[in-house]
């Protein structure tokens, strides 16, 4: 990696929820996303929750920035639940 290069790396982790019977009542979608530069590092995790039948209920999102030591130098942190109509 040259000093200016970014590396960019992403992860989905999917776990279906079931009830006492093993019917599918959920899912939970893990998603991290990393870009990496001489900089510092960028990292934004999204989760979203969502129903049987794959309507979004819930999504927490969490943007984090960091710098090249690996300290933490600033976060943001989003929260949406979807309402009905």
């Known amino acids: ?13 999917i776990d279906v929820v079931l009830d006492a019977d093993g019917d599918t009542v ?3 979608v893990d998603d991290v996303v ?5 900089d510092g590092s960028i990292v934004d995790e999204t989760i979203d929750l969502l129903d049987s039948e794959g309507h979004l209920i819930v999504e927490d999102e969490t943007i984090s920035v960091y710098d090249a030591d690996a300290h933490l130098v600033a ?3 989003t929260i949406a639940i979807a309402l009905d109509e």
């Open 26 to 28: 959920g899912v939970v």
């Open 1 to 13: 990696m040259t000093d200016d290069d970014i590396e960019i790396g992403e992860a989905v982790d």
């Open 75 to 77: 976060q943001n942190e």
């Open 34 to 38: 990393v870009a990496t530069g001489p």
